[in-house]
């Protein structure tokens, strides 16, 4: 007879604890929590780990590129994975976490990642010189000239305390030089980045030793992509989004109903990314 009472508590602590369940993962749900990690993937390098010698080494590239960069990219999936982070892009990662001393570690890797992919989108073999058309004469407009706008660049870079990174970025629409420390990036800022120079030891040291100034200078007389760089000025990006509106092509309706072909599906491919060694 005394069993019915206690299988009714039983009961009802198990609806209860079905109940918990359901409401955290309805919280977690609306919070954007779940076990899938934010959008950070080992972008491909433009060119062969060999493409920019003799300026950088295939052997720097080869440490910069699959041990330093694939590091950041993979703690900051292993981080984001299971936060409200989950399924956000870098940049909303970033600023998100950015100030917020709980989540330190995820913004700078999420940074780290981020500005590693943009640092080696703008360099390319045979690149370097100076500039031409919009981007030019804005920074003709802002530094008075392109030997100025380089003087000023290099200095600052040369004079980053410690590791960082040097941006040419644009403040309020206006050209500008930014310097941060460590994991720092000018999205966090609110500024527009342009143009990036790692100048953690990591990315210049095994070619340049101490020469930090002329790893950086060696960068902007050789290997800066400045079509890369123009291309993320805001008047360039809405002629891009434009053009591509404009050529799209048209999806014609065929008069009579067609059986549609069947299409492969392709197989997605993986790779593991190296744990990185801060330099």
């Given at each position: 007879?005394?069993?019915?009472?206690?299988?009714?508590?039983?009961?009802?602590?198990?609806?209860?604890?079905?109940?918990?369940?359901?409401?955290?993962?309805?919280?977690?749900?609306?919070?954007?929590?779940?076990?899938?990690?934010?959008?950070?993937?080992?972008?491909?390098?433009?060119?062969?780990?060999?493409?920019?010698?003799?300026?950088?080494?295939?052997?720097?590239?080869?440490?910069?590129?699959?041990?330093?960069?694939?590091?950041?990219?993979?703690?900051?999936?292993?981080?984001?994975?299971?936060?409200?982070?989950?399924?956000?892009?870098?940049?909303?990662?970033?600023?998100?976490?950015?100030?917020?001393?709980?989540?330190?570690?995820?913004?700078?890797?999420?940074?780290?990642?981020?500005?590693?992919?943009?640092?080696?989108?703008?360099?390319?073999?045979?690149?370097?010189?100076?500039?031409?058309?919009?981007?030019?004469?804005?920074?003709?407009?802002?530094?008075?000239?392109?030997?100025?706008?380089?003087?000023?660049?290099?200095?600052?870079?040369?004079?980053?305390?410690?590791?960082?990174?040097?941006?040419?970025?644009?403040?309020?629409?206006?050209?500008?030089?930014?310097?941060?420390?460590?994991?720092?990036?000018?999205?966090?800022?609110?500024?527009?980045?342009?143009?990036?120079?790692?100048?953690?030891?990591?990315?210049?040291?095994?070619?340049?030793?101490?020469?930090?100034?002329?790893?950086?200078?060696?960068?902007?007389?050789?290997?800066?992509?400045?079509?890369?760089?123009?291309?993320?000025?805001?008047?360039?990006?809405?002629?891009?989004?434009?053009?591509?509106?404009?050529?799209?092509?048209?999806?014609?309706?065929?008069?009579?109903?067609?059986?549609?072909?069947?299409?492969?599906?392709?197989?997605?491919?993986?790779?593991?990314?190296d744990e990185a060694h801060h330099g």
């Open positions: 007879m005394a069993s019915h009472p206690v299988k009714q508590r039983r009961f009802v602590l198990r609806a209860s604890l079905l109940s918990v369940c359901i409401l955290a993962a309805l919280f977690m749900v609306q919070c954007g929590i779940g076990n899938e990690p934010a959008h950070f993937v080992k972008e491909p390098l433009p060119y062969t780990l060999e493409a920019l010698s003799p300026y950088i080494s295939a052997q720097a590239m080869d440490l910069h590129y699959n041990k330093h960069y694939a590091g950041y990219v993979k703690k900051a999936i292993a981080l984001t994975r299971g936060t409200d982070c989950g399924g956000k892009s870098p940049e909303e990662v970033i600023r998100m976490t950015s100030g917020d001393e709980d989540r330190q570690a995820i913004f700078n890797n999420a940074a780290q990642a981020y500005n590693h992919a943009f640092f080696f989108n703008c360099l390319t073999p045979e690149g370097g010189g100076a500039p031409e058309g919009l981007l030019a004469e804005m920074i003709d407009g802002g530094f008075g000239s392109f030997e100025n706008f380089k003087k000023a660049f290099v200095s600052a870079a040369g004079s980053r305390f410690g590791s960082g990174w040097a941006w040419l970025v644009l403040e309020d629409g206006q050209p500008a030089v930014f310097t941060g420390s460590n994991a720092d990036t000018p999205i966090a800022h609110g500024l527009v980045p342009l143009l990036a120079v790692d100048v953690w030891e990591h990315a210049y040291y095994l070619d340049y030793q101490n020469r930090r100034a002329e790893f950086v200078e060696t960068v902007l007389d050789h290997l800066v992509n400045w079509d890369f760089v123009a291309s993320q000025l805001p008047e360039m990006e809405a002629q891009t989004e434009q053009a591509e509106t404009d050529t799209e092509p048209e999806v014609a309706t065929p008069a009579e109903p067609q059986e549609a072909a069947p299409v492969a599906a392709a197989e997605e491919g993986s790779s593991h990314a």
